[in-house]
């Protein structure tokens, strides 16, 4: 089985949200015994390929980007040709170019897209784009949604519900936190802090947070790459951004925290790719209701809190509440831990896409993955 898969980015330049789902995708399918390969853009001014694991990666130079979305003529030729070879082609949107590729190579494999997420931002282009959007799920043998609440509230996705599973996102299992690694930041901030990680983008809910830090005076600490000086001010003496931090890192200061702290209050964040993480480690966590994968990893009063987005005073009371109950937050973790030995393991994620490669190859209906949980 060749499974080729199709997204803008990915090694050597990118290895974060979605070219990690399908770094861990073609390497699970490997030892399944598939053979997996990757075509994306690269900026290097040149084509070129390289093995990345047990995997073959194939990047066409990118010319242009409009509303982040890389463009290349020359990939036109090359996807063609790789299609050509194809048991399987698995794209990964949003990607318009994946759109046009898709039309102008007309593949007679069967075809999978998964729908990571809703174009949110670009709603003027959004308008202009819809009807190849529109044609090119159509054409697709089938829409993996990476949670049930995303599938039930993206708009998009209702149109081809028919067409539509669900296969969460899965992690491998961590190593134990590093003892050094852990002196370190013990040293540095201390425990039983709230954590927040994840970059400082306009969809995380940065503000609230700092609202929220300012009532309860709680300590927080905020992990991530971008600029924190719009953030930082009077009232919040207790919250530290520590800037970004490496897999090592991460892993010390959730075993340092006393619960994880989400508060993304827009559609961009379709996932919570960190929720994941956070209920890996065994740590109950608070995360706003937004209708995507957030509330799909974090149950309300189960893995812990879910509050309205944007809203700071039901942030801090949440903060507060897990705060002052340590035994309820401790009881959260547990479950948390229990929900990602569950549907959160990356070998039910690898399984799942190979049993729908299968599915599709013999000609037989695909089933959607149901939640226990739900």
Partial sequence: MKILHVYKTYLPEDFTGVPRVIHALAEGAARAGAESSVFALTRGGRSKSLHVGQHQVHLAPQNLAV??????????????????TADIIHYHYPWPMGDLLHFYARPSCPVVVTYHSDIVRQKTL??????????????MDRVIATSSAYAETSLTLKKFSSKVCVIPIGMDDSPAPDPAKRTYWRDRVGTGFFLF??????????????????????????????????WQGPGIEKVTFVGEIDDADKLALLDLCHAFVFPSHLRSEAFGISLVEAARAGKPMICAE???????????????????????????AAMTLLANTPGMARAMGQAARYRYETLFRAQFMVDAHVDLYSQLLGGHKPSGIADPHS
């Fill in 67 to 84: 509303a982040s979305t890389g463009f290349s003529l020359s990939a036109f030729a090359q996807f063609k040709s790789l299609a050509a």
């Fill in 126 to 139: 959004l308008h202009l784009y819809a009807p190849l959007r529109d044609r090119f799920l159509a054409g």
């Fill in 197 to 230: 990680v994840g970059a400082l983008r306009y969809y995380k809910g940065i503000d609230f947070l700092m609202q929220a830090a300012k009532r309860n005076g709680l300590p927080v600490i905020v992990a991530g790459s971008g600029d924190p000086a719009p």
């Fill in 290 to 316: 937004i209708g995507t994968g957030t509330t799909f990893i974090n149950i309300d009063g189960l893995t812990g809190l879910v509050v309205p987005p944007g809203d700071a005073a039901a942030l801090s």
